[in-house]
């Protein structure tokens, strides 16, 4: 029970990291003969998976249109010759009289495309690229992608790369389902439900007549619990993944509200009063439980659920707000899942090996310690959301060594806790700690100390995503001066800032203009207050020497922040060609420019435009590896000397 106990320290934390990068259509390329001979003519086949609510564009409209047609590339070798151009099979056709003004062909749940080839030599190859979008009505989002492909006789290596994407993407479920086990191992671990545990399992094998029946009631009663969990957040996701999006999740009351609740759910830990449910409620589930049967038996695992809320709510409540800001239906659903399988394994194994309820430690102090920890914890957390309203909103109250100050203040009184110099009124009389105690003391502390550094500027890599940005910390002793390449000073530079020292724009059309009269390329960085990705690239990559070498002499610098609310003169507002509405904001403009100009509205987004607009490379994403960061700039930089576009 220790080492669970120590596993889960964290694991509140751990929620606070879901996040997905979001690829909505899978690719099946192939042949369609896979033993070819030469002179043999035949197709390769591309065909897309694309998901529920998601569409893709087709590549047989007019390309000048507006939407980006999908398009194949291939790299020409000796061992094969194209016959013909690619055809688009079965797509569906659509006019569009308010935006496009004109036809343009898609694929919704499954697309395919087909290419003739001609084998002319045995040691096939053939290597290339497909350039592509889709979109969604759901909330107007568009991706675009450029993804590789290759076949032939080195065709495992291809088959190698996917099955790696697959294992990537397996592994960050993975590490939602394990995150949120770990969570449910705390729940288990609080007071509401610790002594419910050899109860319920009595319960159980006292009313039945065998021991098989009273096995097959506990298995029923943890199943409850895990459907119960997992449809909720399946629900969740559902209403709210799709619609969670910067305007919301930026938006001061929204943030304010979460860190209210966040609070509530602190003090609710330290004792000051307790969050119920209305009893009525819970009288009413609980007259269900004693009908007897399935139905009972699923009842008396809601019953559970609700009487534990007090203690529950506040973990669940943390992985629910995440599940908010996630996204993907899958994802919430995983996270619920995880909880509840931790919350029902004890019920069930317990029935199984009743023996080993002789083994687990009695309810004591302890588990209110347990309550007390989380407190602390659930405080620290609610700082960020208080944070990312501060930042859009440009309040000033927390800047960035506020923020390390209050968690220093806050981990420091938990360590003190810890060792029983700080106690609580709902903690028992004794002067003795346990070792597990004196352990996370230990950790606490030295979590503490390394947090000192932060407040004089130290750049505290591996919290950059908790944290408010280098440019918002006022007291800075290891200020860097990066620079840039700046003709005019910028616009909105007293509201907005550069991480590093560096210097750039924060409007579109003042870097454009500064690019053509210094002939250097732009680079163009949308980002957000609120985005977490944002920083870690800024903290874990841009901080690189390359690549700050690079960002501060050989590019013109713009940041457009899509979710500042800094309201425009009037003046400067316009209705927006893609959906019709009026652009108030840096934020609002900033985003609907992101959308129309690059038919996307992710972030961090990185693209990179010579002096006339024209993208010199295939724009970046979140991606923490630093050398392909640089290749990305440097190829940009090529092409620039080159004047080669896209």
């Known amino acids: 029970m220790k080492k669970a106990f120590l596993l889960s320290y964290f694991a509140l934390i751990g929620l606070a990291t879901f996040g997905q990068i979001l690829k909505p259509i899978s690719w099946d390329v192939k042949l369609s003969n896979t033993s070819p001979n030469v002179g043999d003519e035949i197709e390769i086949l591309f065909k897309a998976s694309i998901e529920e609510d998601w569409y893709l564009y087709s590549s047989d409209f007019d390309p000048d249109l507006g939407p980006q047609v999908t398009q194949f590339f291939f790299v020409e070798n000796d061992s094969y010759e194209l016959l013909d151009s690619i055809v688009a099979v079965g797509p569906k056709r659509k006019y569009d009289s308010i935006v496009w003004l004109g036809e343009y062909t898609y694929f919704k749940k499954e697309g395919l495309f087909k290419q003739k080839i001609r084998i002319l030599k045995e040691d096939l190859r053939i290597e290339g690229n497909y350039m592509y979008q889709v979109c969604t009505d759901v909330d107007g989002k568009c991706i675009p992608f450029d993804d590789e492909f290759l076949l032939g006789n080195t065709a495992k290596a291809s088959s190698d790369q996917k099955k790696k994407q697959e294992l990537s993407q397996d592994s960050s479920l993975w590490s939602i389902l394990i995150t949120a086990f770990l969570a449910g191992l705390v729940a288990l671990l609080t007071p509401c439900v610790y002594p419910m545990i050899p109860i319920t399992v009595s319960i159980f094998l006292k009313q039945s007549k065998s021991k098989g029946e009273g096995i097959s009631k506990a298995l029923i009663y943890g199943l409850s619990i895990i459907v119960f969990f997992s449809l909720l957040g399946f629900l969740i996701s559902f209403i709210w993944g799709f619609t969670a999006l910067n305007e919301l999740s930026t938006h001061w009351l929204f943030n304010m509200i979460i860190f209210s609740v966040f609070i509530l759910f602190a003090l609710s830990f330290f004792g000051l009063f307790e969050i119920t449910l209305p009893s009525g409620l819970v009288n009413k589930i609980d007259r269900q439980a004693d009908r007897g049967g399935l139905i009972g038996i ?335 700039l440097d190829k940009a930089l090529e092409n620039h000397r080159n004047d080669a576009v896209l």
């Open 298 to 632: 699923f009842f008396m695992a809601i019953t559970l659920v609700l009487v534990s809320f007090s203690c529950t709510f506040p973990i669940v409540g943390t992985a629910l707000i995440n599940t908010l800001s996630g996204g993907s239906i899958l994802e919430g659903t995983m996270a619920m899942f995880g909880f509840s399988l931790a919350f029902a394994i004890p019920f069930t194994g317990f029935a199984i090996f009743p023996s080993w309820l002789k083994s687990i430690p009695e309810s004591g102090g302890w588990l209110n310690s347990v309550k007390v920890v989380l407190g602390f914890l659930e405080l620290a957390l609610a700082l960020k959301f208080l944070s990312v309203a501060d930042l859009a909103y440009h309040w000033g109250l927390l800047d960035r060594e506020v923020f390390i100050a209050l968690w220093i203040a806050i981990f420091g009184l938990l360590g003190l806790y810890l060792i029983g110099k700080l106690k609580l009124k709902s903690d028992p009389d004794s002067d003795k700690i346990s070792v597990a105690r004196l352990v996370l003391a230990v950790a606490t502390f030295s979590f503490v100390v390394s947090l000192i550094p932060g407040l004089w500027g130290a750049p505290l890599k591996s919290l950059s995503g908790f944290l408010p940005p280098m440019a918002t910390h006022n007291f800075n002793l290891l200020k860097e001066e990066a620079g840039g390449n700046t003709c005019e000073e910028p616009i909105y530079d007293d509201i907005l800032h550069w991480p590093h020292g560096l210097s750039g724009y924060f409007k579109y059309e003042q870097a454009l203009e500064c690019a053509k009269e210094q002939g250097k390329p732009v680079f163009i960085d949308f980002t957000g207050h609120g985005c977490v990705n944002c920083r870690e690239m800024e903290q874990r990559v841009w901080s690189d020497p390359e690549v700050l070498k690079r960002l501060s002499q050989d590019f013109v610098l713009v940041a457009l922040y899509v979710d500042d609310r800094t309201k425009l003169p009037e003046s400067d507002w316009y209705k927006s060609s893609y959906d019709g509405k009026t652009k108030k904001t840096i934020g609002q403009q900033n985003a609907d420019f992101q959308i129309t100009q690059f038919n996307n509205n992710a972030q961090p987004y990185y693209v990179i435009i010579n002096e006339d607009g024209e993208k010199l490379i295939a724009p970046k994403a979140y991606d923490l590896d630093v050398s392909a960061f640089v290749n990305f």
